[in-house]
């Protein structure tokens, strides 16, 4: 690869570990960039910023709304002050189904969201990736109702929300970065976290939560993005290349995450990880807890939003 002065230099930040389903299908999206323009393209990844140079995972969307990083991959619960319309998958039990979400993803839903991202923010949206649906971990004790929740300090994203969810469920929540999340739970100054599987897998987070319960309360998406100015600075050529790249890209990341649930529930030794799977009225009662929030999103968000995705 020819990383002259000549060849477009594109450099795509992440922040998990290399074997996630994000690093993996980023893998796939420089292979087809590669493939499609050779030596006129030098394309770096360094899937874990945090590691190598130690950024906040927070910061990325900043580095490339400057400027200073070509690309990232985000999830979107972050960015709800700037794009308020992905609150949306902010809104628990809303979303069930991957396909449908997908196809909303690729719809009419899409679109909302990629012109929100343009004007707001000046960032071009490549693809949209399946960030899981997301499930407690802790190390206290097994969770079936709302009532298991109490007093429970909960890692929480930045995001009101998330916070609010949590209170209504009884649990104290407290924002950390996800680069801090493991050593937050090795010294124990947090008791639970929510996370897909294939996070509380790769994170090694299991290794210190024996108790997994399976509320798939949300469903995140993840945001591939380009900074537009840079983006249309390129040739058309490069610009077509790099969004077929990204959709075969977004195509193996949606298989990867899709797989890894199933991966991750077989490599869990039940002695030493007990998974509660719900049934259907101890599901009822944890939605029926959090309803005024729901209630209240439908309000601020709008119908015509949910129906796009329920």
Not at 11 to 35: C, D, I, M, W
Request: glycine share 6%.
């Amino acid at each position: 690869m020819d990383n002259g002065l000549n060849a477009v230099k594109i450099k795509l930040g992440g922040y998990q570990p290399a074997n996630s389903a994000h690093n993996r299908a980023a893998e796939v999206f420089g292979e087809e960039l590669t493939k499609c323009l050779g030596p006129r393209i030098y394309y770096q990844m360094d899937g874990n910023m945090a590691e190598t140079e130690g950024i906040k995972a927070f910061d990325l969307p900043g580095l490339v709304e400057t400027g200073d990083l070509t690309m990232c991959y985000f999830a979107s619960s972050y960015l709800v002050d700037r794009v308020p319309e992905v609150a949306i998958f902010d809104v628990p039990f809303v979303i069930q189904n991957r396909e449908k979400i997908y196809s909303a993803l690729e719809g009419e839903l899409g679109d909302l969201i990629r012109e929100k991202f343009l004007s707001n923010m000046g960032l071009r949206i490549l693809g949209f990736w399946d960030n899981g649906f997301r499930h407690f971990t802790n190390g206290v004790r097994e969770i079936r109702t709302p009532k298991d929740c109490v007093d429970l300090k909960m890692r929480s994203m930045n995001s009101d929300a998330h916070q609010e969810f949590f209170r209504l469920l009884g649990f104290e929540p407290t924002y950390v970065d996800v680069t801090d999340l493991v050593s937050k739970i090795k010294s124990r100054e947090i008791d639970a976290q929510e996370n897909p599987l294939t996070n509380t897998y790769r994170f090694g987070t299991y290794l210190y939560h024996k108790h997994i319960t399976m509320t798939g309360h949300f469903f995140g998406v993840a945001l591939l993005m380009v900074n537009d100015t840079n983006f249309c600075a390129w040739p058309k050529e490069i610009q077509n290349a790099v969004q077929v790249s990204a959709n075969i890209a977004t195509a193996a990341q949606r298989k990867f995450a899709q797989l890894e649930d199933e991966e991750v529930l077989s490599a869990l030794d039940p002695n030493e990880n007990a998974i509660v799977f719900l049934n259907d009225e101890e599901l009822k009662l944890f939605k029926n807890s959090v309803r005024p929030l729901v209630e209240k999103s439908r309000t601020r968000l709008g119908s015509h939003l949910f129906k796009l995705v329920e």
